[in-house]
Each structure stands twice: as C-alpha cells, then as structure tokens.
C-alpha cells in the first residue's frame, strides 16, 4: 500500500491535520519489545520475500515517495548485514526476449521504487522476481533473481507497462511468465488517500499473459482499493484483499466465480506461509485520511498505526491465527507478514525499520 502527498504545502497541511491524531507521533527508539525485534536503516520497506535457503530474504523499499528512489535490498539473517542488490538508474542491463513486454527495453530510470514484490522459480528453471513501481514509470519491472545462500544479485530482464490509468499495487507471478496484479485506485482523476479513504469500487485485478502480451480483467475482483494477492500453485485461483471492504475473496481466475470470503481488518499485502497458509497484513478497522496523513508525514523512525498479522485457512476462507498483534513500539503500520522457520518479518509502507517476530512454538 502507498499514500500520496500532492506538494509541500498538502504536506503540511497533512501534518497539521494528523497531529489530531493518534498516530502523529513517530517511534523512534529502536528497541525490542517482548518477541518483536526491530531491525532499523530502511526506507520504507513495505514488501518482504524470502529467498531459497532461508538464509536471506528479499526487501522491497517504496522510498520516500512515489517520485524517490527506492532499492532492493537482501537482508543476511544469520548478522543481519544488509546489501543494496538494486536501485533506480543502474541502466546497463538488457531486456531479454520471454520476460515481459517485447517493447519494453529499456530499464528503469532513477526514480525507481518497490512498491508490491513476488519471487516466482519459472519453467526454465531461472528465479524472476516481480516488482510494481511508479517512479520513472507505471509498471510491473521484472528481474532474475541469481545466487545462494547470503550471496544474491539481481538483473533486470524486461517489464510490462502498467493497464491504463491504472496505479496497480501487488503482484503473484506464475512459473509461465503471467502474473496477476491489482489496481488500487486509477492515476486519474488522482485519488488522495491522505484525505479521504474511498469506500466506493476503485479497481480489480488484472490477469497478464506472457503469450498473448496483454492484460485482461479478472471477473469478480471489483472492489474498494483492491490491494494484496497471492495465487495458488496452479494458478487456478487469486486470494485478493480489499483494503476498504475489509475483507478478502477467492477468485476462480478463469470464470470469475467467488469461492469465498472471509472479514479482514483493513488487509494489505498478503503472503503464503510454509504450512500453506495465507499470512495477511490488517491495519486497525477506524483509520481515517488524517491518519495517514500523520503517518507518512512522519520524518524519523517508525508510524505507530495498529496492526496484526493474521493467518487464513485458504479452503475454510476462515481466519484461524493471529500471530502478531501491536498497538505502538516497536514498529506499526505493518504491511506484510512472512515466515521464515521460527521468525516472522513485517515489513511496513512507511518508516525506518522491520520487525523480527520470534514465533518458537507457535
């Protein structure tokens, strides 16, 4: 998820607005909190992947803003020694044929962000990472992933632009080279989530085809901000959160029929866990634009905004854990939730820091 602020002058008005608020204080201490550790030195992390091994994940930093320069970066578990694998303007690697749009050749510039990020090992054997950012351009930028252990680089190998007017948010690789991705909210007219959270159909999901280079709507995806997804292994079915509707749906892909849907707090980004089930992100109920306001407005440390993680049975489409749950410090405002062995990562759409969840016996 990402919040937009239009100037500086909507800024300060934004940041006299969410002082009102309960979450215009930043948290600025860096200190674990029971089971929760937070590691600091990012920019707003706000997806996570884990990388084979489980030595490393896979960071996404949306950066300052949807203009700024944002990075990948890969997070050694063992230290926890952080390596920028990428950032915008590193222009010297080429598009090849089979990943993504063949017009597009050309790669990002330097306003480059990660917004949504998926990790997908494709038929050929190779790993392609996808990331949706809305820097230098609106589209869905595709790397190959290479390397073991704590030892990771990334190349960039092609893209697809975005569907027009379309500001999609997260994405669910396939091994074939298609994906499924969601538009948020369109481009035009702008939407200012700072100010007002929509509750009418900003969106749905999209199906792109690596054959057909084109996009196509998902039936039955409508939704108010439209936000996470995940796919099952087959493909056959999307599990897509709506932020604003509270809720998340299982999507039949190719006939649009709903399979289910289970109430979810304000879900964000969504990932599968080990044991096959859906982690999802849920931010507190009652949040305003004011809110959000305050909390990207933020200049230091971390947003204080309450959230859980919460685990989904994707056949009952019953939420049957919560696995983490926070009202303030260490780290709020968590955006995606991903297991690792015995940890849990949470990252967040803005702040300076991750959290490290200790889950030993759970």
């Known amino acids: 998820m990402h919040w937009k602020i239009f100037s500086a002058q909507t800024a300060l008005v934004v940041l006299l607005l969410g002082s009102q608020t309960l979450y215009a204080q930043p948290i600025i201490e860096c200190e674990p909190i029971g089971n929760a550790r937070p590691i600091c ?54 598009a090849e044929p089979g990943w993504g749009d063949a017009t597009c050749t050309i790669p990002p510039g330097e306003a480059f962000n990660a917004h949504g990020i998926d990790l997908v090992r494709r038929d050929d054997g190779r790993l392609q990472l996808l990331v949706i ?149 849920s931010l507190a109920r009652d949040l305003t634009g004011a809110d959000f306001g305050a909390c990207v407005s933020i200049q230091e440390g971390a947003c204080s905004i309450p959230f859980k993680i919460v685990a989904l049975d994707p056949d009952s489409m019953t939420i049957v854990e919560t696995l983490y749950e926070t009202d303030g410090p260490p780290m709020g405002a968590g955006t995606v939730g991903l297991r690792v062995g015995d940890d849990l990562f949470i990252g967040s759409f803005h702040g300076d820091r991750i959290l490290r969840v200790a889950l030993k016996g759970q």
């Not at 949807?66 to 990075?71: F, M, N, V």
């Not at 869905?140 to 500001?167: H, I, K, T, Y």
Request: net charge negative.
């Open 41 to 94: 030195g990012f920019s707003n992390p706000e997806d996570i992947v884990a990388l084979p091994g489980d030595e490393a994940i896979l960071i996404g930093e949306y950066g300052a803003s949807a203009a700024a320069t944002g990075r990948l970066l890969v997070l050694e578990l063992d230290n926890e020694q952080q390596h920028t694998v990428y950032q915008g303007g590193q222009g010297k690697d080429q």
């Open 133 to 281: 950012q809305h820097g230098s351009r609106e589209a869905v930028e595709l790397f190959e992933v290479m390397g073991e252990g704590v030892d990771w680089q990334v190349a960039w190998r092609g893209c697809v632009p975005s569907p027009p007017n379309a500001s999609l948010n997260s994405v669910a690789g396939l091994a074939n080279g298609d994906f499924y991705t969601t538009q948020m909210v369109p481009l035009d007219p702008p939407v200012d989530l700072t100010a007002d959270i929509p509750r009418q159909i900003t969106g749905h999901a999209f199906a792109w085809s690596q054959a057909d280079q084109s996009y196509r709507k998902i039936e039955g995806t409508d939704g108010a901000m439209p936000n996470g997804i995940v796919a099952s292994p087959d493909g056959r079915f999307i599990y897509m959160n709506a932020t604003a509707e509270h809720s998340i749906r299982k999507i039949e892909v190719a006939s649009g029929r709903e399979l289910g849907r289970a109430p979810v707090d304000s879900p964000d980004n969504a990932r599968w866990s080990p044991d096959g089930r859906v982690l999802i992100a």
